[in-house]
């Protein structure tokens, strides 16, 4: 059973227009929400995080917003740039100990010039 | 990076020949995890260790051991290598009061 999903596995903006990344949850544990973008060959970059305590985190370009009633959570970059493509997770992680991780499928942003 | 190799990089092995990946911090962190990356899953959770010696079975944990015998070493090995476990492994470390956990530049494995 997904726990995380990401429902769109591709998403292409144009250059300087906000990019919206969408993920839905179904564990209601969750406490602590992160994505992570990752370019090819390359590990995942932590980008932003939220916990289930807030609504908004802002950094930069970066907002992610999260929904705890529909359990779902929204990545905004604005003004998205080339550099932004890459596939970007959604990730969730328990109270309980260990810290440990659940991801989303992923979604690829492309932004085209 | 946050401190994190992985090694090696790339690997091509035969069907039913153990492989151990090795993962190693310089960052002193508590927590140490296996993932594995798949078309259409995402990361899932192989094994985690809370700390020395301490490990603990992940999401999809069948076919794998590991090994925490430092706290700056944490080895995954497979016991007989299946064209199942083709795949991306990535080595991630966290710290309790720290929210986010931090990967490895992962390694790629063919079983052939």
């Known amino acids: 059973d997904q726990q995380v999903k990401q429902n769109s596995p591709s998403l292409s903006v144009q250059e300087g227009r906000i990019s919206i990344l969408n993920c839905d949850y179904t564990n209601s544990m969750f406490d602590y929400f992160l994505w992570y973008k990752k370019y090819p060959a390359e590990g995942p970059t932590f980008l932003i995080s939220?916990?289930?305590?807030?609504d908004k985190n802002e950094d930069g370009r970066f907002t992610v917003f999260l929904n705890k009633s529909a359990k779902h959570l929204s990545l905004h970059i604005v003004p998205s740039q080339p550099g932004d493509s890459a596939v970007y997770f959604c990730a969730a992680r328990t109270i309980q100990g260990a810290q440990k991780l659940v991801f989303g499928q992923g979604t690829r942003l492309t932004i085209n010039p | 990076d946050a401190g994190i190799t992985q090694s090696p990089r790339h690997k091509v092995t035969e069907t039913g020949t153990p492989v151990t990946l090795r993962c190693h911090q310089t960052?002193?962190?508590?927590?140490m995890y296996w993932y594995r990356q798949d078309p259409g899953h995402g990361l899932r959770l192989i094994h985690y260790s809370y700390g020395v010696k301490d490990t603990d079975k992940g999401e999809v944990s069948d076919g794998y051991s590991v090994s925490r015998s430092k706290t700056e070493d944490f080895l995954l090995t497979l016991e007989s290598a299946t064209s199942s476990q083709t795949s991306v492994y990535f080595c991630?470390?966290?710290?309790?009061?720290?929210?986010?956990?931090?990967f490895g530049q992962g390694t790629r494995l063919t079983v052939v």
């Open positions: 939220i916990s289930s305590i807030k």
């Open positions: 991630a470390i966290s710290e309790p009061d720290r929210e986010a956990a931090f």
């Open positions: 960052e002193n962190h508590r927590y």
